[in-house]
């Protein structure tokens, strides 16, 4: 149980990103108050929290009903999770992520950002959808199921920490040192992303 645990936490963690978020979020609430912050960093990830939850709990049933197999989700999210390896890896999500935060500061009757941008599709986006679904569609009985919801929870509590801490914590890591991060989680993504794919690959063919 310590082993899905670790494993479901660390690719919800490079799937989510927290330390990414957090100089758009620094961004995002420059001119708002500390106080007006913390609300919108705990609204935005009790938001996406949920989201991901109804996804992990009733996103199999929802496959159900569009009448698809897991293991062509598996494939489809396993490509999805590659491309979001890719845009790490070359910081093309950064860039993004970037744009859309400029985009929202340009529009001054936006104040509350906690829902858009922030809460979706920053947090709870297609890829960490799409990875908690897998991660979902392999567990095996109510112990495994409660180790996969437990790594989210914890997840989703370093992402609350590292929007709180957002500013301090640019200052101190630095744009040079989160850049190197951010591609070397991308390519543990990748290598996860390309296990998705065999998998639901082979159990198509056998």
Do not use: N, W
């Amino acid at each position: 149980m310590t082993e899905l645990f670790i494993s479901a936490f660390i690719t919800l963690f490079v799937v989510i990103d927290p330390p990414g978020c957090a100089p758009i979020f620094a961004g995002l609430t420059s001119g708002a108050s500390p106080g007006q912050a913390r609300g919108m960093a705990a609204r935005a990830c009790l938001i996406a929290a949920i989201i991901l939850l109804v996804f992990a709990l009733f996103g199999e049933r929802l496959l159900g009903a569009l009448h698809i197999e897991l293991d062509s989700f598996r494939i489809a999210g396993g490509i999805m999770l590659f491309i979001v390896a890719l845009e790490m890896v070359f910081e093309k999500r950064t860039q993004r992520r970037e744009k859309r935060a400029e985009e929202l500061r340009a529009t001054p009757e936006v104040e509350d950002v906690s829902v858009f941008p922030l809460a979706i599709p920053m947090i709870a986006g297609p890829g960490s959808i799409a990875t908690v679904m897998l991660l979902m569609s392999r567990a095996e009985g109510t112990q495994q199921t409660l180790a996969i919801l437990a790594a989210l929870v914890a997840v989703m509590v370093l992402c609350l920490l590292a929007l709180l801490a957002a500013g301090p914590l640019m200052r101190l890591v630095g744009a040079r040192v989160e850049a190197v991060i951010t591609r070397l989680l991308g390519v543990l993504l990748a290598a996860l992303a390309a296990q998705y794919v065999v998998d639901g690959v082979r159990a198509i063919l056998g």
